[in-house]
């Protein structure tokens, strides 16, 4: 088994003791992503925006993996609001134009540093369609 972790700097670093992402036997499991940019600020109150920036920091991870959104399998939502799915699901769409992976979508009581959003992914390379 060869395993390897994800660092990149064009995502947020991690706020506790784990990676940004795993890559393992040609997986990549990319480790929830906040809505926080590369230098650390947060998105708090668009969700939208604090959405967009969760998949962008997905795809950096997956960047430095050697993948792309195209790659991606399963992904996995965590909202604080589902009253919010709607406002989610028109942001996610445009990261996922063609065939979306299959996904799970929960409503948590909260989220690290206070976040309305967190997203977290698995890919696997050489699985486009």
Do not use: H
């Not at 709607?86 to 929960?106: H, K, L, M």
């Amino acid at each position: 088994m060869s395993r390897r972790a994800i660092r990149t700097e064009d995502a947020p670093p991690a706020v506790g003791p784990y990676s940004q992402g795993v890559a393992c036997d040609g997986w990549i499991f990319v480790s929830g992503q906040i809505p926080a940019t590369p230098s650390g600020d947060l998105i708090l109150t668009d969700l939208g925006a604090a959405t967009r920036q969760c998949l962008e920091n997905v795809r950096a991870v997956l960047d430095a993996a050697g993948a792309t959104m195209s790659d991606i399998v399963k992904a996995t939502l965590f909202l604080t609001d589902l009253s919010g799915f709607d406002v989610v699901n028109a942001v996610y769409s445009e990261f996922f134009p063609g065939s979306p992976p299959a996904r799970a979508c929960v409503e948590v009581s909260a989220l690290p540093k206070g976040v309305p959003v967190e997203i977290e992914a698995i890919a696997r390379t050489g699985v486009r369609s």
